[in-house]
Each structure stands twice: as structure tokens, then as C-alpha cells.
């Protein structure tokens, strides 16, 4: 079993930045942050593979950027320019493989974006 622990949500005013970390507790082929908003469904944010490889939502391309240190097991989000919309449920997710991976979540972290 593979435990995922996430920091740094909070609330942000509009505009503003805030760093999301997650520290896996074993190395993993993938990494990254997906957001629930209430009342919507579960949405990809960001993710990175080992290999540097990212992937982004469509909306938050040029404000968010993904990091991985890989010798700490660490996936981060760094989240500037944000807006009242980006308020969600952040879940950091990873996958142990490229081919049929085994899916792992973090407990999820709470950002609010508001004056």
C-alpha cells in the first residue's frame, strides 16, 4: 500500500499563489493533483511522469506548474494568478506504472480562493 500525504492548501485571495506538495511513501512512475469542486465531478489538473512528461488542464495552463523531486517522492503544485474557480477539494494522485498502474489517492486538501 502506498500512503500519499499532502500540505499547503489553505485559503488564498484572488490573485494570489499557494504551493501544494505531496510526499509518496515510495517511489511511483506518476504523479500529480486532481480537483473536486462541489456539485462537479473529479477533474485532472496536472500530473508528471518520471520521465518529466506533464499534462495539464486546459484552464489553468500558464498560471499552475507541476515539479517533481524525485529523490524525495515529492510532486508539487504551484498555483499563481488563482481564481474564485479554482476553490476545490485538491487530491494528489499517483500511479505506479505506466502499463494497467495501481491508481493511489491522498486524503485531499481544501483550497479556497476569496477575498
Known amino acids: 500500500q502506498v500512503q500519499l500525504v499532502e500540505s499547503g492548501g489553505g485559503l488564498v485571495q484572488p490573485g494570489g499563489s499557494l504551493r501544494l506538495s505531496c510526499t509518496a511513501s515510495r517511489s511511483m512512475f506518476s504523479m500529480g493533483w486532481y480537483r473536486q469542486a462541489p456539485g462537479k465531478q473529479r477533474e485532472l489538473v496536472a500530473t508528471m511522469s518520471s520521465d518529466g512528461n506533464t499534462n495539464y488542464l486546459n484552464s489553468v495552463k500558464g498560471r499552475f506548474t507541476i515539479s517533481r523531486d524525485n529523490a524525495k517522492k515529492t510532486v508539487y503544485l504551484q498555483m499563481n494568478s488563482v481564481k474564485p474557480e479554482d476553490t476545490a477539494v485538491y487530491y494528489c494522485?499517483?500511479?505506479?506504472?505506466?502499463?494497467?498502474?495501481?491508481?493511489?489517492w491522498g486524503r485531499g486538501t481544501q483550497v479556497t480562493v476569496s477575498s
Open positions: 494522485n499517483a500511479d505506479d506504472a505506466s502499463y494497467l498502474p495501481t491508481r493511489y
